[in-house]
């Protein structure tokens, strides 16, 4: 069995029996902190991959998963527990001052051909689509988020750029949700696609958009991404995360490239690709034409691709 197959199935067994624990409340969990012991996780990391024992692979990366759970677990608890009757007010000075944002909105010019769009989101959850008549639509909750919005025009580009400056979290409102909806008009060429979150789920549907470059950088996520065929002359993904779940969703005659550099996880790609020095390729991939090139850097990360 693989080391990131052992490491996942530890991971998850082990963090459902803490949890069993807690519920049963046989112990007191309160007063544990292991959160200081992160580093381990990378010297575990390193040990997978520069050992070439597979006994000592295997049980590594199962203590890795033991110890990734302990960690998530603990810190967590505590975390909950002394934030459950305060508020919790998050600002960034270095965007600006923003304005509240329950719905936001922007007419689309048909002279814009061209599109580079940075998204900084923070933390929370986020569904972007391109399905919009205008240019863009931004929809929060009642998360009482500030965002600062600029769109610098030069001829028929855009350069929009959309951040999150203030997000306030009213622990005591039991009815406290904290999704944002980004909807992109998929009239123009997507030049570059920039997003940047922290700890987030989130969802990317943009299989009626045509891009160049897509860089998304998150931490702790669950990550889901339906993306379309590649535009003329090929397009690249870069996935830069950290302990995450990722599924990704490929058209069924896609071209395809798949590279992914973990340090511990595992990787699932559709029934016939090909995996030729640690990349896969899609069953039509000649090396010419429009190619979907995906390239995944992480820490401790599950990925899953599926064609449909």
Known sequence: MKPGKIFWGVFFLSLGFLYLIRNLTIIDLGDLSLHSYWPLLLIMAGMVYLVKNPIVRNLTAGVAGVALACIIFFSGWGLFNNLSCVNVKYINSDKGNGEPVTLKTEAFDSTIQSVDLTFDGGAGKFQVEATDTNFYTIQTDRSKRKFSVE????????????????????????????????NLNPKPFYENLNLNFGAAEFDLNIKTLQFKDLTLHTGASSTK?????????GSEVEINCGASTIEIIVPLEATVQIETKMALGDAS????????????????????????????????SNVSVRAQ
């Open 269 to 300: 790609v559709p029934p016939g690709y090909e995996e030729r020095d640690g990349i896969y390729y899609s069953p039509n991939f000649s090396g010419t034409g429009n190619v979907l090139k995906i390239k995944i850097t992480g820490g401790v």
């Open 151 to 182: 769109n610098k025009r030069e001829g028929a580009k855009s350069d929009l750029t959309i951040k999150m400056v203030e997000f306030n979290v009213d622990k005591s409102d039991t009815n406290f949700a904290n999704l944002v909806r980004l």
């Open 225 to 233: 991404l339906i993306l379309p065929l590649a535009a003329e002359g």
